[in-house]
């Protein structure tokens, strides 16, 4: 790693107002939640919340945590190795799930620092997956993305290949890779991507679904989200992204 990759370490302290302004919002987020459980005869605590932290600086963390919040997502390697290792010295139940297109050359230090990466989406990086699980004996739980939209700029499994990859990755990380996870495409009714999600982990016996964001987690709690990763419901609107 050069100087101009190596991330800088965040501080983790936070102010008292930012402390109370997430409290305030997970709260809120987590009666939305159990209200959406409840509306689809569902148990309160069937689905786990992953606060996507990205953008947000580390303190923003460390308070989310304080406000009882364990699970984060990131979209970034680089970004996480910044946050995370510091994070975890004081708060060593942090968990982190990496949700963004994951590039090979990041494996390592995906491996590394990941409790879940939910972006398996080719052979090449089931490969690389592998080698680096083998080399460090760690091996984070693993999601397939699918691209449920077939949208060309999109990362994730073509919908046509996905039975093929899923069995694969079954019979080589086993009981490692626990479930799907999809984006649907923007401006879409993002109900039929989710319940065609849905019947595809049904159909490979995986347990977890990681769907629904703040605009549409309530759908797809609806259609049996385990999993929804909520960003700007709890941080706050992001900045524009100069880069995706
Ligand atoms: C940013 C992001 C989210 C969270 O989106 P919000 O609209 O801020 O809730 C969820 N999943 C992925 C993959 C993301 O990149």
């Known amino acids: 790693m050069n100087a101009a990759q190596m991330p800088l370490t965040e501080p983790t302290s936070f102010s008292p107002e930012r402390g109370a302004e997430l409290a305030h919002s997970l709260a809120g987020l987590r009666v939305r939640i159990a209200s959406a459980c409840a509306a689809a005869s569902r148990p309160p605590g069937a689905v786990t919340l992953v606060a996507v932290s990205k953008t947000y600086p580390a303190s923003d963390i460390a308070a989310a945590h304080a406000a009882g ?98 069995a694969q990755a079954q019979s080589r990380f086993g009981a490692k890779l626990t479930g799907l996870m999809c984006i649907p495409p923007a401006g879409a009714d993002p109900a039929p991507h989710f319940t065609a999600l849905a019947t595809l982990a049904a159909r490979h016996g995986l347990t977890v679904l990681s769907m629904g964001m703040s605009a549409d987690f309530e759908a797809a709690i609806a259609k049996g989200a385990t999993h929804v990763r909520i960003g700007t419901a709890i941080f706050g609107s992001r900045p524009p992204l100069t880069t995706a």
């Open 69 to 166: 919040q364990m699970i984060f997502g990131e979209n970034r390697v680089q970004e996480a190795l910044g946050k995370f290792p510091p994070l975890r010295q004081t708060c060593p139940d942090l968990r982190l799930h990496l949700i963004g297109p994951l590039q090979t050359n990041k494996v390592r230090d995906a491996v590394r620092i990941a409790d879940v990466i939910e972006t398996l989406d080719r052979p090449a990086l089931a490969d690389a997956l592998a080698r680096e699980a083998d080399r460090q004996g760690r091996m984070p739980d693993l999601l397939i993305e699918v691209n449920t939209g077939s949208e060309p700029q999109k990362a994730g499994i073509q919908p046509e290949e996905a039975d093929a990859f899923i």
